[in-house]
Every structure is written in C-alpha cells, then in structure tokens.
C-alpha cells in the first residue's frame, strides 16, 4: 500500500486549505485512513481518522469544529479540509492506512497505523 499526501502550501490565519491522502496498491478501499501532524521541534500528533466501512470519523480536540475529513471511495482518497486556520496548525502533515478494526478502538494511536505516506507542509503565516 502507497499513500501520497498532497495539497499543502502557505496560508493567512483564518483561511483554509484542503489536504489529499491518495491511497494506491492492493485493496486500497479497505485500510481506515488517518491524518498526523508533526509540527516544527514537536512531537507527532494525531489529527482525525476515518473508517472504511461506515464512514465514521474521528477529530483530536484541536481539529474538532474547524477541519473535516472526508473519503472520495471512487478515487481513493481521502481529504482534510481545514478551515480557519490558525499559526498552531503549522506542521507536516502525513497521512497514514490502518485496519480498520484498529482505528476504530484506537483512531490516535500512530501504532494502529501499519503505512504512511510522505508528509505535505502546512505554514500559517501572515
């Protein structure tokens, strides 16, 4: 399994930007899909998941209310849109496959994802 994580660039606090996880190999529809960020002299952190069999989703506190993940099926990818964004939500972002099962219990723990993708930056900037 590949993933290819893209969409990321320079933005205003206050503005948004749209990430895309675009997951290749075999059976890509079947891994849940989880978002991480890492960001300058921090710690990896979690950002939100999505399962693949209902759809359901899963938001750390800092993206509750303001980013939304969602799953293209037909295309294999899966996007965070992330709006109103702040200086703080400058990081790398990664992308990462799980089983599903796993993410379920557990959508923030980086150990339930088996493969990750190659980060994209996100800067917040004036």
């Known amino acids: 399994v590949q993933l290819q994580a893209s969409g990321g660039g320079l933005v205003q606090p206050g503005g948004s930007l749209t990430l895309s996880c675009t997951i290749s190999?075999?059976?890509?529809?079947?891994?849940?899909i989880g978002w991480f960020r890492q960001p300058p002299g921090k710690e990896r952190e979690w950002v939100s998941s999505?399962?693949?069999?209902?759809?359901?989703?899963y938001y750390s506190d800092s993206a509750k209310g303001r980013f939304t993940i969602s799953r293209d099926t037909a295309k294999y990818t899966v996007n965070l849109q992330m709006d109103n964004l702040k200086p703080e939500d400058t990081a790398i972002y990664y992308c990462?496959?799980?089983?599903?099962?796993?993410?379920?219990?557990?959508?923030?723990?980086?150990?339930?994802?088996?493969?990750w993708g190659q980060g994209t930056l996100v800067t917040v900037s004036s």
């Open positions: 999505i399962s693949s069999s209902d759809g359901s989703t």
């Open positions: 990462a496959a799980g089983d599903p099962m796993g993410v379920v219990v557990y959508p923030s723990y980086s150990q339930a994802y088996e493969y």
């Open positions: 190999g075999r059976t890509p529809g079947f891994y849940a």
